[in-house]
Each structure stands twice: as structure tokens, then as C-alpha cells.
Nanobody, 126 residues
């Protein structure tokens, strides 16, 4: 599975962006997907995740209520709608996919995911 993240850019605080994670391979519909970000000078952190069929979604406390993760398996794509953006949302955003056991308790750990996209830059100006 190869993942391609896109949709990043420069936006003012309070604005919105929608990121896309497009996948190749027919197995995508069986994979859970997570979004992570790496702020400048910091470690990679969990943003949001979705199960293989979209039945469950998970969010970091910092993104809950502002971000929405969704997927269209027919298009092999997962989306991250980001609203009310803040300067602290700045970073490189990565999508990742895999089919781990016990996903409901492990979704926030980067080590759970074997497949990663190349990242897309999101910059929120104040």
C-alpha cells in the first residue's frame, strides 16, 4: 500500500483546510488510517484515526470538535477536515495505515502503522 497525503497549505488562524490521503492497492478498505503531525522542533503526535469501515473515529484532545476524519473506500481516500485552525496546528501532517489488533486501544501510537505517506505541510498564521 502506498499513501499520498495532500491538501496542505498556508491559512490564517480560524480558517479551514481539508487534507486527503489517497492510497493505492485494493487492500485499503480493510485498513485503519491515522493522521499524525509533527510540529517544528517537536515529536510526531497523534491527530485523528478511523477504522477500516469508518464505523469508529478517534481524536486527540487538541483536535476534538475542530477536526473531522472520514473516508471513502470506493475512492481509496481518507479525509481530514480541519476547521477553526490555530497556529499550534502548524506542522507536517502524515497519514498512516495498517490493520492492527486491538485498534480501539492502540490507534494513537505511530508504531502501530506500517504504511506511511510522505507528509503535507500545514502552516497556520496568527
Amino acid at each position: 500500500v502506498q499513501l499520498q497525503a495532500s491538501g496542505g497549505g498556508l491559512v490564517q488562524a480560524g480558517g479551514s483546510l481539508r487534507l486527503s490521503c489517497a492510497a493505492s492497492g485494493r487492500a485499503f478498505s480493510s485498513l485503519a488510517v491515522g493522521w499524525f503531525r509533527q510540529p517544528p522542533g517537536k515529536e510526531r503526535e497523534f491527530v485523528a484515526a478511523i477504522t477500516y469501515n469508518g464505523g469508529s473515529t478517534y481524536y486527540a484532545d487538541s483536535t476534538k470538535g475542530r477536526f473531522t476524519i472520514s473516508r471513502e473506500n470506493a475512492k481509496n481516500t481518507v479525509y481530514l477536515q480541519m476547521n477553526s485552525l490555530k497556529p499550534e496546528d502548524t506542522g507536517v501532517y502524515y497519514c498512516a495505515a495498517d490493520r492492527p489488533r486491538d485498534y480501539s486501544t492502540r490507534y494513537a501510537a505511530p508504531t502501530v502503522y506500517a504504511y506511511w505517506g510522505q507528509g503535507t505541510q500545514v502552516t497556520v498564521s496568527s
